[in-house]
């Protein structure tokens, strides 16, 4: 009874969390409709350089027209976290009314805002607004260098001071809007130490056949094009040809020796038995590596980052998870982090608990800070880049303060709750021989048969098969692509998965043959070595790339590297895990003494 009432407490604590952090998503049949006439709010969101994603500022950090008082919009934790900061505008766009040349207002631009401008059109700078819900976006000037003036006086500034706004609704509901900062109101600022501006705005509403359920598809029309398909089915043909490949490859050189192996022992020829240089490691196989509390952490917050992972694409399955969808990715990673703390300890613990009786707490200690520790470190380290800075990124005091709390009142117990369930119905793990008391000597091996000519190989392999989707992924995160097609990524995630294990079962066969018993560290940085492959493009895409700045080039390979680490811990996780099951199956199938 106790402990039914312990569930149930639980299960209203998980359901209350996710009231507190995940907001409706998708709009009602009341929600978004309006009357011809009804103020729709534009607010302005950010602004940036145009390469540099990670480096955004208030929009009303630039000297635009802005309203008397300022009003931030209230916002959920994830577009905090993404560094949103929507505010409210002076522009007037009514539904369905139409303006033409409609006055924003008359402003006199001194010295040091000119210069901001010109520093901001310099850099390449846009802004982003939100109407309805729907994201826009425009520029605040050009440049024209020498080429285009051709007097020699140098690059000439200038800043539009107009907009047009182009609006698309069905019935009573906006489907679409578009910004445009028109080049023929631009005015130019180069030689200005002081200017008077009349700034305006003018909004064009069309009808259209175009659905309200279906207005996020036109952010969704970069990842359809023909030529991003063929890209997206190439790099599905490549997974696949290389798959085929090894599972022949380990068919032909691998399958065929372990079955002959398995007859040669089963046949009690001694003269024979001597050849299988596996059965000679019997003893040893099954022995526990050191720091056997690190080694199960690693494998708990691995299985809860690839549990959390599937949950994302659960969601994204469901249309929670759709471009533009402000703040949803990093609400729910925040979410599911935090519930699936019981995964990292259960996991970590019930693994230990089979070798050990005593001791599983640090296991669970271990899974609580082997991911969340480098990560808060590298968050607090650009936290402080931000606000020295001033960018939109910077988090307020109030979020880390929730943040904090939620991870310490609600993960820790959760952590602590799977560490304990897990040691209480661990199983104890009957190894097919006895284990002796000193490990048997390795006899030398060539480069290719050690660690880092292992990681080489199964690094290298899935890593040339995901090559083509993690340029996709990146180019999304850091160059404004849209990736839009869940289910390419998810096959690109099942390959990866595969190809991981395959390669981790083969080479350890190879190593065992070889009379290495030393497998269980090696399958963990055989199959973490994909992710320094992962990290090793991500530095070439930077260098591909037009983004710049201190500020931009600390969160890009900071974010990187905790992206990167993650898949360490989760394919390290499946490597083993793989080579674990194969171990236990070979030496269970000829019942070594």
């Not at 605040?140 to 285009?148: A, H, T």
Request: with cysteine.
């Amino acid at each position: 009874m106790d402990q039914t009432s312990t569930l149930i407490r639980i299960f209203l604590l998980l359901f209350t969390t996710l009231n507190l952090f995940f907001p409706p998503i998708t709009a009602s049949s009341l929600d978004h409709r309006y009357n011809v006439g009804d103020n729709v709010p534009l607010f302005a969101n950010i602004i940036g350089p145009l390469n540099n994603p990670s480096e955004t500022y208030q929009y009303y950090d630039l000297p635009f027209c802005h309203p008397d008082q300022v009003i931030p919009k209230k916002e959920t934790l994830g577009e905090v976290l993404n560094g949103d900061r929507l505010t409210n505008t002076l522009y007037n766009l009514n539904f369905r009314k139409d303006r033409v040349d409609r006055l924003l207002c008359d402003k006199k631009l001194k010295l040091d805002e000119i210069t901001k401008f010109k520093t901001a059109v310099d850099m390449d700078f846009y802004f982003q607004m939100y109407y309805d819900d729907l994201p826009l976006w425009g520029f605040i000037g050009k440049m024209e260098d020498d080429s285009w003036t051709g007097d020699g006086s140098g690059p000439r500034y200038y800043l539009f001071k107009h907009v047009q706004f182009d609006a698309f609704y069905n019935g009573d509901r906006v489907v679409e809007i578009r910004a445009f900062s028109d080049p023929n109101h631009a005015v130019d600022i180069t030689d200005k130490t002081e200017i008077d501006i009349t700034f305006t705005y003018s909004i064009k509403w069309n009808s259209t056949t175009s659905e309200y359920k279906n207005r996020m598809n036109k952010y969704s029309k970069a990842s359809l094009l023909p030529t991003q398909r063929q890209i997206h089915w190439f790099s599905f043909v490549n997974c696949v040809v290389i798959i085929v490949l090894l599972i022949g490859l380990l068919t032909m050189l691998f399958m065929r020796h372990l079955k002959n192996d398995l007859k040669k022992y089963s046949s009690g020829d001694e003269e024979q038995d001597k050849e299988v240089g596996w059965k000679y490691v019997h003893s040893d196989v099954f022995r526990c590596p050191s720091r056997m509390a690190l080694f199960c952490g690693i494998l708990g917050t691995g299985t809860q980052l690839l549990t959390i992972i599937c949950l994302l694409f659960v969601l994204a399955f469901f249309g929670v998870l759709y471009p533009y969808s402000r703040g949803i990715i990093s609400t729910s990673l925040v979410v599911f982090f935090i519930l699936t703390a019981p995964v990292a300890g259960y996991s970590a613990t019930s693994f230990f608990g089979q070798f050990f009786e005593t001791g599983w707490e640090k296991c669970v200690l271990l899974s609580g800070i082997l991911f969340i520790g480098p990560l808060f470190i590298t968050m607090l380290l650009l936290n402080t880049i931000s606000i020295s800075i001033g960018a939109t990124t910077a988090l307020p005091f109030g979020t880390i303060v929730v943040i904090i709390l939620a991870y310490t009142l609600i993960a820790i117990p959760l952590l602590a709750f799977g560490g304990i369930i897990g040691y209480r119905y661990r199983s104890k793990f009957q190894a097919p021989s006895a284990t002796k008391i000193s490990p048997r000597e390795i006899p030398l091996l060539n480069w290719s048969r050690k660690t880092p000519g292992q990681m080489l190989i199964s690094g290298l392999l899935p890593f040339s098969a995901i090559v083509l989707e993690l340029h996709n992924l990146y180019a999304t995160v850091w160059s404004y692509k849209i990736l839009t097609l869940p289910g390419i990524l998810f096959m690109t995630l099942v390959f990866l998965v595969i190809l991981t294990s395959l390669l981790s079962v083969g080479l350890t066969y190879i190593q065992l043959a070889v009379e290495d018993h030393q497998w269980w560290w090696r399958s963990i940085w055989r199959g973490g070595s994909v992710a320094i492959f992962m990290f090793g493009y991500c530095i070439y895409f930077y260098s591909r790339s037009n983004m710049s700045g201190f500020m931009q080039s600390t969160f890009y390979f900071c974010y990187n590297f905790l992206f990167c680490y993650a898949f360490f811990l989760m394919l390290a996780t499946i490597s083993f895990r793989s080579s674990w099951f194969f171990v236990q199956h070979i030496y269970n199938a000829v019942k070594s003494e």
